[in-house]
T-cell receptor, first 116, second 111 residues
């Protein structure tokens, strides 16, 4: 597609439920990133994919968070047993490569998660 | 640890009133400094990449500059449509996982 697509755009869930957030990157972009943005805060790095591999998962806040990428394209971020502190906007971005000097990130519009 | 700070946190300008936003960073081995603009309810949109001290980039009313410790985003004669949050990010290391974003400056330009 022309841009990075994320779904759902809004998700309201109850504490303890599992949620899945989807990211469809720009076709041909090998690098994919997930960030979290809480109200009034900067972007918090979660995970980075190069192809289907995730060389850096260090940003995932707990083992309730996991992510996968299939076919070098679509990625899913899963949050199990959601907590109220998980409420945030989850942003996905992709870039042509992951290499320094060639790293303009194109972001999706985000998925706003509200945990009641 | 790589860190990025931005100031001011928020800035209100009258239309036509020029000003500058600051991004200060500490990083080992800077590979690039990026400016993004974020409108409410949207993802950040790329503005500029700067790679080395002394470099400058311009786009319409915006000009970004870079030194060894900080970057400035100069806004000349701003218009209300320039109102947004401006994010600075640095990349260190050889691969993309080393992006670090600052908290942003929320700019409001009043007509």
């Amino acid at each position: 597609g022309a841009g990075v697509s994320q779904s759902p755009s809004n998700k309201v869930t109850e504490k303890g439920k599992d949620v899945e957030l989807r990211c469809d990157p720009i076709s041909g972009h090998t690098a994919l990133y997930w960030y979290r943005q809480s109200l009034g805060q900067g972007l918090e790095f979660l995970i980075y994919f190069q192809g289907n591999s995730a060389p850096d998962k260090s940003g995932l806040p707990s083992d309730r968070f996991s992510a996968e990428r299939t076919g070098g394209s679509v990625s899913t971020l899963t949050i199990q047993r959601t907590q109220q502190e998980d409420s945030a906007v989850y942003l996905c971005a992709s870039s042509l490569t992951g290499q320094a000097g060639a790293n303009v990130l194109t972001f999706g519009a985000g998925s706003r998660l509200t945990v009641l | 640890e790589d860190q990025v700070t931005q100031s001011p946190e928020a800035l209100r300008l009258q239309e036509g009133e020029s000003s500058s936003l600051n991004c200060s960073y500490t990083v080992s081995g800077l590979r690039g400094l990026f400016w993004y603009r974020q409108d409410p309810g949207k993802g950040p949109e790329f503005l500029f990449t700067l790679y080395s001290a002394g470099e400058e980039k311009e786009k319409e009313r915006l000009k970004a500059t870079l030194t060894k410790k900080e970057s400035f985003l100069h806004i000349t004669a701003p218009k209300p449509e320039d109102s947004a949050t401006y994010l600075c990010a640095v990349q260190a290391g050889n691969y993309g996982q080393n992006f670090v974003f600052g908290p942003g400056t929320r700019l409001s330009v009043l007509p």
